[in-house]
């Protein structure tokens, strides 16, 4: 497994953009595909966006569609979540999740994911 953790929450208002990180430990992050989820209080975690381990492929949920774009760079064990014209909607706690051996769509089973990091917050103010 790795350890995952993000950076890059925090409070922003509509219409703006944030880019949330998630940096890997370890020297087999490219063997793992990985996901963006999110989860507000009262609710499931839900899927945002996922990426294959050489970003040749990605999904998103349709809610994010056209707004978000996940990315990674392996030379960094890092991934990315740039999300643009953000809502008050979009408010939650944003988690970075891998999976290992998952190498092509959908990535929107969070029950295939083997590590997840704490997650940040995102807040988005009207």
């Known amino acids: 497994q790795v350890q995952l953790v993000e950076s890059g929450g925090g409070l922003v208002q509509a219409g703006d953009s944030l880019r949330l990180s998630c940096a890997a430990s370890?020297?087999?992050?490219?063997?793992?595909?990985m996901g963006w989820f999110r989860q507000v209080p009262g609710h499931e975690r839900a899927f945002v966006a996922g990426i294959n381990w050489n970003g040749g492929s990605t999904n998103y949920a349709d809610s994010v569609k056209g707004r978000f774009a996940i990315s990674r760079d392996n030379d960094k064990n890092t991934v990315y979540l740039q999300m643009n014209s953000l809502k008050p909607e979009d408010t939650a706690v944003y988690y970075c999740?891998?999976?290992?051996?998952?190498?092509?769509?959908?990535?929107?089973?969070?029950?295939?994911?083997?590590?997840w990091g704490q997650g940040t917050q995102v807040t988005v103010s009207s």
């Open positions: 999740a891998a999976a290992k051996g998952l190498y092509s769509p959908p990535f929107s089973l969070g029950s295939r994911y083997d590590s």
């Open positions: 370890g020297r087999t992050f490219s063997l793992y595909a």
